[in-house]
């Protein structure tokens, strides 16, 4: 892999999502080598990834190149990589672009979309856990329309403007407030041949109540939200299978449509080698010490949606948000220097818990915080000064607000393209797309 | 194709660019059906596809929605659909989504890479014409850098590092302008453990200066400026091949690279079905009369890229750029509108040169007026106020805009993402790749 053996220790970071950055930008100026592999060369700010789904931001918007985080740094070193073995008794990843030792190893890998076993569901549904992910749902989306006006079977139109959301969550409300808005400001204009008011929105939530993470006040207010929108909620409703074309339920009620968005759990992204029947809870998350320390590994480490830390306010582990990667990227990098350093006074991780939100449309987000839960529009004003704020880098905020103003007072969402055409039928391996 | 058969004729357009577009807006509000035809659901801005391929502008931001631009109007339709034939007898079109009947045919199809029959270059060359293939440019650039990590081999090395573009015309002398700038300005910040010095950049001209179709005070300029910047210029000569690896040429110049860029020569981009061989000219195009009429077809005309009128002024037709095909569109439209009318006072063709200009870096670029050249800052600020105005719709200028600033000011190119990898290999048969 080419990275210079040098006396300092190495501490190699796999992922650079908001755990792994936060811990590089601690180590990054200290007497120790980082080393970042990460599949992509960016960093995805993955809770916009629904905007660029929907047209409403480009993708170069909400990814920020690595290297320029951190490549100001001089111990800093960084490669595409996909990391496929750990090998703890060697100490040795094997990856694939070669081989690499460590002696720390940090898994920051995040999480990946989680079908439960069902094989058809995979093949079928779209997600959107990665740019290119993000971006194929905006094809199918602009394509179905396109679609929509070359039958005159309304069944065939129907389901072609269907969209069904599993999953009640932050992406899912996210998404189908969206969806609304464009169903409302924008098809009407775009398809004037069509009438996209067949067009539906269906939310399936598993759970009695959506956002069922955040306070029940924040979900009567969106579910509230949602309905006046226009987007239909199913409640206690399990998605049993989906064969592109009909998605069944538990229950009697099926959806006939085109576009099944698969938000309805994720796991995480494990990588082969680790004793994991000994460190695996459920969902796939490696259980951690309270210094994030792997079980039964010493030179270890996991932080973010892939660390499993269980505790008496937690006992399930915590929530898999940034706000968690990040604290844990942070206390790890304290504590590995005070490691290097040979001293035992480490810090537990404390999850200082700022609060959640989720917005649902223009002026309507839902914010839950420690000792305040409010809703609506000065809510939507927080959600997008925090989102802007937690944006990497200067640029990408200046073009982010500059097209929340414009979609704003426009009614638009003007990234409404199909730079990549999305073929269905290949998704199952790895996701094929034919670009024209 | 499911547009309704009305009583007002109908006229087809087939291609959304800027000959396209302009027509179409003449048309949009009078008592005539148009029905446009484009492969893409947008338009795409070309004169700034460089700057996509190395990463100072986001790809949406050049690209705009055809619905947007032409919905608002209540006789316009536009489909995606690739045309594959013509039937001139029965005033008949097939596509890939059925046929259509038209009363007028207007062809705005523009232009393609014309790579003169050599198919081993065209397997390995890569091109920008189109968004997806600035971005596959994008990709490869960057992925060449990481892959140039990995290697020991000073030779591997260079040849990933080198760049050899073909084509001394505003697209090879600005994408070598920016390429330069980004050897100085990131590169050795993004991979301070590579010797990025080594990297080449050269521009292969058959002719006997850069920018051949401008004046010669504009080329002389641009090749000083170009020189400065540390870019090869290797003029008089041809390339004759290139396996992927070594490009050959006419003189016992060879190049070893890994990114070639074929930027030597465009192409009508015809559709079967015309008489050709009785309305084709050297380079695809299909002459027209000064009405802009297809040789031997009263319904047929042809505009852009695509046409050629030859006239005293113009032997081999006007050049294939912007600003003559937006001013053939408008002046079809006009004649259109008459000879829809039975009247006979038809206005000819006659273009009016409003100058040429092409930039090389920051405050650096040449500007041809009729009447005036000039060279530098100046010119620079001149090329960036045209083009920024001549992109479609405010959110595209705002957001251009935003990284212009940026990039002047950071001499930064914050879009250096791979977004989705491109595979050389798969290049051959409709450019395929595979998104992570």
Not at 58 to 86: G, H, M, Q, W
Not at 100 to 110: H, Q, R
């Amino acid at each position: 892999m080419n990275i210079p053996q040098i006396t300092i220790p190495r501490v190699v970071i796999i992922g650079g999502g908001f755990a792994g950055i936060q811990l590089a930008k601690k180590l990054a100026k200290q007497e120790v080598q980082v080393v970042m592999l990460d599949k992509h060369n960016y960093h995805t700010f993955q809770p916009l990834l629904y905007q660029v789904s929907t047209g409403g931001l480009e993708p170069d918007s909400i990814a920020y190149p690595i290297r320029k985080i951190l490549s100001r740094f001089p111990n800093f070193y960084f490669r595409l990589a996909n990391v496929t073995r750990i090998d703890p008794e060697a100490k040795k990843l094997e990856t694939n672009i070669g081989p690499l030792k460590y002696d720390y190893l940090v898994l920051a890998t995040g999480s990946k979309t989680n079908f439960f076993g069902n094989k058809e569901i995979e093949l079928n549904s779209m997600i959107m856990k990665t740019v290119p992910e993000a971006l194929n749902l905006r094809s199918l989306i602009l394509q179905n329309f396109e679609k929509a006006l070359l039958t005159d079977s309304l069944d065939e139109q129907d389901a072609l403007m269907n969209f069904v959301i599993v999953g009640g969550g932050p992406t899912g409300v996210e998404l189908a407030g969206a969806l609304a808005e464009i169903k409302k400001g924008i098809l009407p204009k775009d398809y004037p041949d069509l009438d996209t008011r067949r067009a539906q929105i269906n939310i399936v939530q598993s759970s009695d109540r959506v956002l069922d993470g955040m306070s029940e006040v924040a979900s009567r207010k969106a579910e509230e939200f949602l309905e006046k929108m226009g987007v239909n909620i199913w409640k206690d409703t399990l998605v049993t299978g989906y064969d592109g074309d009909i998605v069944s339920t538990n229950s009697e009620l099926t959806f006939r449509t085109a576009t099944m968005i698969w938000a309805a759990g994720v796991e995480g992204a494990l990588i082969d080698g680790l004793k994991t029947s000994e460190c695996l809870l459920p969902g796939n998350r490696l259980k951690v010490n309270e210094f994030l320390q792997v079980s039964h590994y010493k030179n270890i480490f996991a932080i973010g949606d892939i660390a499993c830390m269980t505790s008496e306010d937690y006992p399930r582990g915590h929530p898999m948000v940034a706000q968690v990667a990040m604290q844990q990227g942070r206390n790890l990098g304290d504590n590995l220097l005070k490691i290097l350093e040979n001293k035992t006074d480490l810090k537990p991780f404390v999850y200082k818990d700022k609060g959640t939100m989720a917005t649902i449309g223009r002026n309507k987000a839902v914010v839950d915080l420690p000792s305040w839960k409010f809703q609506g529009f000065f809510a939507w004003f927080v959600w997008m000064f925090v989102h802007l704020l937690s944006l990497i880098g200067f640029r990408n905020r200046a073009i982010v607000f500059v097209n929340w103003v414009y979609n704003y007072i426009r009614f638009d969402r003007a990234a409404r393209l199909i730079i990549r055409p999305y073929k269905k039928e290949t998704r199952s391996k790895d996701v094929k797309v034919v670009a024209k």
